[in-house]
T-cell receptor, first 112, second 111 residues
Framework: DTGVSQDPRHKITKRGQNVTFRCDPISEHNRLYWYRQTLGQGPEFLTYFQNEAQLEKSRLLSDRFSAERPKGSFSTLEIQRTEQGDSAMYLCASSLNRGEQFFGPGTRLTVL | QKEVEQNSGPLSVPEGAIASLNCTYS??????FFWYRQYSGKSPELIMSIYSNGDKEDGRFTAQLNKASQYVSLLIRDSQPSDSATYLCAVKGEGFQKLVFGTGTRLLVSP
């Protein structure tokens, strides 16, 4: 399968714990995006990378959130000191330059 | 004012009918428009993109764009029960890379 992959698919954690998600984009895609989606809402943009450079961050991305794409391939999104309000589906997408964005299956986070 | 607006539905149509889904956007300089389909519990799947005024057809799907009216629509011909899903409209502004999504319209196609 050559689509976007994400790991884990589901994560349950207790409030205050740190979690890290991984995204592997479509192999030839140089741009990678993170979105967050809560029930009944459309995805909301968090951040995006062009190769290894993080070029835009949303105001939604508080200091507890950090994203990296160290070698311009896979990316990680870490949430420190999780809160119940962080419970959501975290979606990764990739594109070739300014082309269409294709989403991975998402990581569903539940914070107890 | 929300940047991208969609009627949340549900929009109910019988099998074989045409489903018409609508979306309006507030940023006049928006350049790119997309329709994604999302099944319950799954991630969004791109079904159509449109960049210029007019119609774009792909199989049973037709996207229509009217930039003067800041309106984009998706028509699904010969609707099937498998088309039952939430349809998300997404817009990308000039110079921006992020997609701005509406809240989606839930479509129900009854056999």
């Amino acid at each position: 399968d050559t689509g976007v992959s994400q790991d884990p698919r589901h994560k349950i954690t207790k409030r205050g714990q740190n979690v890290t998600f991984r995204c592997d984009p479509i192999s030839e895609h140089n741009r990678l995006y993170w979105y967050r989606q809560t029930l009944g809402q459309g995805p909301e943009f968090l951040t995006y990378f062009q190769n290894e450079a993080q070029l835009e961050k949303s105001r939604l991305l508080s200091d507890r959130f950090s994203a990296e794409r160290p070698k311009g391939s896979f990316s990680t999104l870490e949430i420190q000191r999780t809160e119940q309000g962080d419970s959501a589906m975290y979606l990764c997408a990739s594109s070739l330059n300014r082309g269409e964005q294709f989403f991975g299956p998402g990581t569903r986070l539940t914070v107890l | 004012q929300k940047e991208v607006e969609q009627n949340s539905g549900p929009l109910s149509v019988p099998e074989g009918a045409i489903a018409s889904l609508n979306c309006t956007y507030s940023d006049r300089v928006s350049q790119s428009f997309f329709w994604y389909r999302q099944y319950s519990g799954k991630s969004p799947e791109l079904i159509m993109s449109i960049y210029s005024n007019g119609d774009k057809e792909d199989g049973r799907f037709t996207a229509q764009l009217n930039k003067a009216s800041q309106y984009v629509s998706l028509l699904i011909r010969d609707s099937q029960p498998s088309d039952s899903a939430t349809y998300l409209c997404a817009v990308k502004g000039e110079g921006f890379q992020k997609l701005v999504f509406g809240t989606g319209t839930r479509l129900l196609v009854s056999p």
